[in-house]
C-alpha cells in the first residue's frame, strides 16, 4: 500500500478545534477596523514575479530566497504573494482608486507564502491581516494605525503582552547618506559580523541592524545613528507622531536600530513585539510608503498600513489570556429519538428554531441511533441545552428543553412545537 499524502512541510491544516478562535479573533478585527471605517478589499493569491521585485527589492530575502514562483502555461512568471502590500497597491492603481488623490482606508487578510524554515510562530503559508491607507502624509493617520492595532489589543486582552517600538528612518536621501556611514564603519569589522550580516553588507546593509547576532549588535553599539541624518520633515513628522501617542497615553519605546524589512518603507516605521513567544516577537508591523505607488507606476501618493500574523496573535492568546468567545459554540442540540415517521416533524420543528433564531448555532442529529447514545453526543458536543424530540413526545405536540450545564442540568420541561421559536427566542435573548 502506498504511504498517504501529508500536508506540505510549513503548510498545516488548521483543524475544528483551531479554528473557532481563529474566527473569533477574525470577527472582533474586522468588526473593530470597519467601526473606524476601513472597508475591505479581496487580492488575490498570485501575482506577476515583477511586482515584487519592483515592490520589496531585488537584493531582499524575500525575493533572493522565500518567493514562491513558477512559470505557468504561457511561459510567464507568477509568485504566491509573500505579502499583501505590494498586491493592494496595484489593485489600487489598476482599478484607479486612488485617481484625483482619492483617501482610502483598506483592509484584506488571507494567506501569504514563503519559503522559511518553519518553527513556531513562522510557518511557510501564514496568514495575515493587513491595513494599507491613502492619500493622507500626516503624523494623524500614522497614530490612528498605532492606536487601532492598540484599542484590537486591548479587546483581545494582550494589552499588557506587547510593546510598541517606533522609529523614523527618513527620506531616501537620507538613508543612501545613513547607509554608506553604516558600511564605511562595518566594513573594517567584516570578518567578525555573522554569516547573514556579511552578505547584507553589500546587497542589504540596513537590514544588519536587525541582526540577532550577539557579536554583530555589539559591533553596531559604535556605529553611526541614522537620526544623525534625517531630514528636518521626518524629524518633524516624528515628533508629531509621538506627541500624538503621548496625548492617547500610548505607550512606546523609540528603537533606532528599528528599520523593517522591505525597501519601500520611509519616514515612519513601527513594531508590536511581545516576549512570551521566544524568537518569533513580532506580533505586527508597519510603517510608511510614500514612493511605493510611484514606483509600480502611479502619481506620487502617500501611504501608511500595517500587518499582524494571526498564526502568532492565535499563539500569544492561547499563551497569556482566555482566548475570545468561540463563534462555531454550540447552543443547542436537537436529539431526535423517533421512529423515521416522526423524522419530518421533528426536522420541520428545527428548521423553524433557525427560521426565526439565525443568530442560535443549532445541531440537529442525523443518523439514528439509541436515546442514550445520543444524549452522549449532546453532553459532548459542549451545548448549552438539549431539545428532544421522541415519539411519545411528538405524538403529544411537544419536545423536551433539558439544560445540560450548570446548575439547573437536571431540569426539564416540555415545549409545545409551536412555541418553540418563541422560547428560545426568549432563552437566548440576553
Given amino acids: 500500500m ?22 473569533a479573533v477574525e470577527s ?58 505590494a498586491g493592494c497597491v496595484r489593485a489600487s492603481l489598476q482599478h484607479r482608486l486612488l485617481d484625483n488623490q482619492q483617501q482610502q482606508r483598506l483592509w484584506y487578510k488571507g494567506p ?7 518553527q513556531k510562530g513562522r510557518q511557510r503559508q501564514f496568514h495575515q491581516l493587513g491595513v494599507e491607507t491613502f492619500g493622507i502624509a500626516t503624523a494623524d493617520i500614522d497614530a490612528e494605525l498605532i492606536v487601532l492595532a492598540y484599542r484590537l489589543w486591548q479587546r483581545l486582552g494582550l494589552q499588557d503582552h506587547v510593546a510598541l517600538q517606533i522609529n523614523t528612518i527618513g527620506s531616501l536621501e537620507a538613508r543612501n547618506a545613513f547607509k554608506t556611514a553604516l558600511v564605511d564603519y562595518l566594513t ?15 546587497s542589504n546593509p540596513l537590514r544588519i541592524l536587525d541582526s540577532k547576532s550577539e557579536r554583530t549588535q555589539s559591533i553596531l553599539e559604535n556605529a553611526p545613528d541614522l537620526h544623525d541624518y534625517l531630514d528636518e520633515d521626518a524629524q518633524a513628522e516624528f515628533e508629531r507622531l509621538k506627541g500624538l501617542l503621548d496625548a492617547m497615553s500610548i505607550p512606546y519605546t523609540v528603537n533606532t536600530r528599528l528599520v523593517r524589512g522591505l525597501d519601500y518603507y520611509n519616514k515612519t516605521v513601527f513594531e508590536w513585539v511581545t516576549d512570551a513567544l521566544g524568537a518569533q516577537g513580532t506580533v505586527c508591523a508597519g510603517g510608511r510608503y510614500d514612493g511605493l505607488v510611484s514606483q509600480l507606476g502611479g502619481k506620487p501618493v502617500p501611504a501608511v498600513g500595517f500587518a499582524m500574523g494571526l498564526e502568532r496573535l492565535c499563539l500569544l492568546i492561547a ?42 448555532n443549532m445541531v440537529t442529529h442525523c443518523g439514528g441511533g439509541s436515546f442514550k447514545s445520543q444524549m452522549k453526543k449532546a453532553d459532548k458536543s459542549g451545548a448549552a441545552f438539549a431539545l428532544i424530540a421522541g415519539s411519545n413526545e411528538l405524538e403529544q ?9 450548570g446548575d439547573k442540568a437536571q431540569e426539564q420541561q416540555n415545549i409545545a412545537i409551536e412555541q418553540l421559536p418563541e422560547v428560545i427566542k426568549q432563552l437566548f435573548a440576553a
Avoid: C
Avoid at 573594517?188 to 553589500?202: G, N
Avoid at 405536540?397 to 450545564?405: E, F, I, S, Y
Fill in 28 to 85: 472582533i478585527a474586522t468588526g473593530l477596523l470597519q467601526s473606524y471605517g476601513y472597508n475591505e478589499i479581496r487580492l488575490p493569491i498570485v501575482e506577476y514575479t515583477d511586482l515584487f521585485k519592483r515592490s520589496i527589492g531585488e537584493v531582499t530575502d524575500i525575493v533572493e530566497k522565500e518567493m514562491y514562483t513558477f512559470r505557468d502555461r504561457n511561459e510567464e512568471s507568477l509568485t504566491l504573494r509573500p505579502e499583501g502590500t
Fill in 112 to 118: 501569504m507564502f514563503r519559503y522559511e524554515k518553519p
Fill in 397 to 405: 405536540g411537544v419536545v423536551a428543553l433539558k439544560p445540560l450545564r
Fill in 2 to 23: 502506498s504511504a498517504s499524502i501529508q500536508h506540505i512541510k510549513g503548510m498545516p491544516d488548521l483543524l475544528p478545534e483551531q479554528t473557532g478562535l481563529w474566527q
Fill in 188 to 202: 573594517a569589522f567584516k570578518d567578525d559580523l555573522d554569516e547573514d550580516s556579511q552578505r547584507r553588507l553589500e
Fill in 319 to 360: 499563551e497569556v489570556t482566555e482566548p475570545p468567545a468561540d463563534p462555531q459554540q454550540l447552543d443547542i442540540y436537537f436529539v431526535i429519538a423517533a421512529d423515521t415517521a416522526h423524522y419530518a416533524r421533528a426536522m420541520t420543528a428545527a428548521e423553524s428554531i433557525r427560521h426565526a433564531n439565525p443568530s442560535v
